[in-house]
């Protein structure tokens, strides 16, 4: 097939860990007879250097004449300043919105081999096998800011719809997996939370075959660290999710290694790692690419509808996990670059295996 994939590197580790995904479709490509083109675009604070502003228009363009958008991260020391005018953050946030990807799909298992670096005991991690869904384009990241004198306010609102939508989603995948669903919240506080969960009894009342629980967020952070292996599908706001899945990510070793997919209503999505731009190893050649190659396995099934390739690189990168020299965050002492030369090792070996 043919596929116009946008990519932006952003700041930080983000142009190292997009260089490793996209060598790893560019194989893909190769060994599937599929024509995949790329469009390198700025966004985040090397946008803001070059043209001004943290998400330009050509960027806009290109990501919406493609088929899928690669993103790395954004975001770092240089452009923090509390007074600045504009930050990298806003031209990741503003994209999201542009491109209407409502739910952020955040899957999360432990790799046996990477139990031991869990704060968690080992025990504790069997059978680990969640799935976030985070509201992406809603909540208190969009609502109306103020700042007057010694007194700042961020609005966080929701409506029915932008609830409805991503819990249908959710439950979707609920469905394709173990049907249990847990929505987050904070009900028993916030006038947003309790619309979030009257909204949500009434979609999952339409589906067969969920079973909904409820839990208050702080309740859930607790519980995602003393019964991790209980859950399957948490479906949750904006700013909930970005704290709990940086939470669970610890679970698995590292940030680095968790993968992200942004969906709305049509094929195009946003891939990104859910990690940040890591300003502390910036440069170094030692970030983990692996969350931002993960990401573009779920590119290639969810945008490309690729799920036989897709699962080629997760076994990839899985087989890395279980035998090769890892990163840093791992234990381990390999660069960026030596991990994504074993991803793309064992894709081919794979391969000749199967010919
Ligand atoms: N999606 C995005 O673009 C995001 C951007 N950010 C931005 O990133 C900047 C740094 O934020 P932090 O709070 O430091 O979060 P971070 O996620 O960049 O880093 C947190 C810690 O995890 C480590 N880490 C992250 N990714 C790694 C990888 N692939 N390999 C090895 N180690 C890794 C870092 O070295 C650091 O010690 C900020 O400007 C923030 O706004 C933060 C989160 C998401
Ligand atoms: C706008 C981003 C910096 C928020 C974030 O941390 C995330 O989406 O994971
Ligand atoms: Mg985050």
């Known amino acids: 097939m043919r596929a116009e994939i946008a990519v932006l590197p952003g700041d930080g580790i983000g142009p190292e860990v997009t260089a490793a995904a996209v060598a790893v479709l560019r194989e893909i490509a190769d060994r599937h007879g599929h024509v995949f083109t790329y469009s390198e675009n700025r966004i985040g604070g090397i946008a803001i250097d070059e043209c001004g502003e ?16 690669l993103l790395g991260a954004v975001g770092g020391p240089r452009w923090s300043d509390p007074q600045a005018r504009v930050r990298p953050e806003q031209g990741l946030l503003a994209l999201r919105a542009r491109l209407g990807v409502f739910a952020n799909l955040r899957p999360l298992r432990v790799h046996p081999r990477l139990a031991g670096l869990s704060p968690l005991k080992a025990e504790n991690l069997a059978g680990v096998d ?12 969009f609502g109306r800011k103020t700042r007057e004198g010694d007194v700042a306010t961020d609005e966080c609102r929701y ?27 904070k009900a028993n506080v916030l ?21 909904l629980e ?21 479906v949750t ?76 690189v997760e076994a990839a990168v ?20 030596q991990v994504t030369r074993c991803v793309i090792e064992q894709l081919r070996s794979k391969q000749q295996a199967a010919a």
């Open 214 to 234: 409820h839990q208050l967020v702080d309740s859930m952070a607790m519980l995602l660290l003393t019964r991790p292996s209980a859950y399957d599908v948490i």
């Open 54 to 69: 943290p998400l330009p228009k050509a960027t806009i363009d290109a990501c919406l004449a493609s088929d899928a958008v």
């Open 237 to 312: 706001e904006n700013l909930f999710g970005d704290i709990l899945t940086d939470e669970a990510a610890a679970l698995a070793g590292s940030l680095g290694v968790s993968p992200s997919a942004s969906l709305g209503a049509g094929r195009l999505g946003l891939y990104e790692p859910i990690h940040g731009s890591a300003p502390d190893i910036a440069g170094q050649g030692v970030a983990n690419p692996i969350g931002a190659i993960l990401s573009a396995a779920l590119l290639l099934r969810h945008s490309l509808g690729l799920e036989l390739e897709a699962c080629a």
């Open 159 to 185: 409506s029915v719809g932008e609830v409805e939508r991503v819990v249908r989603r959710a439950c979707e995948l609920a469905l394709s997996r173990k049907g249990r669903l847990t929505s987050v919240d």
């Open 130 to 141: 969640l799935l976030f869904v985070r509201e992406l384009t809603g909540g208190a990241y």
């Open 318 to 337: 899985d087989a890395v996990l279980a035998t090769a020299e890892l990163t840093r965050d791992l234990g381990g002492t390999a660069g960026t670059e």
């Open 191 to 211: 006038e947003t939370s309790r619309l979030w969960r009257a909204t949500t009894d009434r979609v999952v009342g339409e589906y067969e075959g969920i079973t």
